[in-house]
């Protein structure tokens, strides 16, 4: 399933490269407003940090939710406390697109998360173009050369790479990239099983001073609490708050843990 998904976001971003080539995405990054500090806006503090994420839909679930307006959902996500937007941007499973990355980007002053399959360097560029400030790398996708090259590219264009793993061996991957974002991803991406214990199970692991990020699974305060026990200076959530009815109460609720 990661490998499909994978070759299905680098198929979309080969289609989209014969409208808009290499070389014109790669001005229209560089030419980009800087992008915001990540880490800052993320660093452990008193409360733990919610990355909180628009995912109309999933491989695992389905339909989740329409999201007509994604910007205007990123603005209540902002209103109740969010550190960071998550932003899928994958088509074919997913329902999300670049194009509401750019509108999330223009609604928020928060960073912005590309959560993508990325592979290849023009995802990298467009991410940078549509204002993007993270973007995900997930290591089991990825070979070591790539990881690295795609890595230094992220750095490069001044964004934040959020390198995400599920297993010691993966940890340690991103450990030898010196990445200051990591995540564990309680989600197995290949057979979509749930695991909220693995987070606890890896902390140990981390490279000291690297920011700790607890993916999936939280779909209730209690959730955010099990993370934030053991060792999560940040949550990311999709589901639970693109269902859950009032964002901005529920943002709160995750925050007060
Ligand atoms: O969500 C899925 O079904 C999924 C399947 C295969 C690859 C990735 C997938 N999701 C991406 C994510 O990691 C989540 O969107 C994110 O961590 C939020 O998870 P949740 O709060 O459980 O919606």
Redesign the pocket.
């Known amino acids: ?2 490998a499909d ?1 994978t070759a299905g976001s680098v198929a979309d971003a080969e289609t989209r490269r014969q409208l808009r080539p290499f070389d014109v995405v790669e001005r229209e990054a560089l030419a980009a407003p800087a992008a915001v500090d990540a880490l800052a806006a993320l660093a452990p503090a008193e409360r733990v940090k919610v990355i909180a ?1 628009i ?1 109309r839909s ?4 389905g339909a989740l939710a329409s999201i007509p307006d994604p910007a205007a959902l990123a603005s209540l996500y902002e209103t109740g406390g969010a550190s960071a937007i998550s932003v ?1 941007t994958e088509q074919r499973k997913f329902g999300g697109s670049l194009d509401d990355l750019m509108a999330v980007r223009r609604a928020v002053s928060l960073p912005v998360l590309r ?1 993508d399959f990325i592979a290849t360097a023009y995802q990298v560029f467009e991410a940078r173009a549509a204002g993007a400030d993270l973007v995900l790398l997930i290591v089991a996708a990825l070979d070591d050369a790539t990881l690295r090259t795609l890595y230094d590219l992220i750095v490069e264009l001044g964004m934040t790479p959020l390198v995400e793993t599920h297993s010691a061996e993966e940890l340690d991957r991103a450990a030898q990239l010196g990445a200051g974002l990591i995540g564990v ?1 309680a ?1 197995n ?1 290949s057979t ?1 099983e749930l695991d909220r214990d693995l987070f606890g199970t890896l902390v140990a692991r981390f490279p000291a001073g690297a920011i700790k990020v607890a ?4 779909l209730s305060p209690a959730d955010v609490a099990h993370y934030r026990a053991a060792g999560a200076d940040a949550v ?5 708050l693109v269902t859950g009815g009032d964002p901005v109460a529920n943002l709160a609720a995750f925050r007060a843990v």
């Not at 990311?236 to 639970?240: I, S």
């Open positions: 399933m990661l998904l994420e995912k999933s491989p695992s679930r899928l959560k991803n989600r991406l979509f993916e999936s699974a939280v990311l959530v999709g589901e639970a």
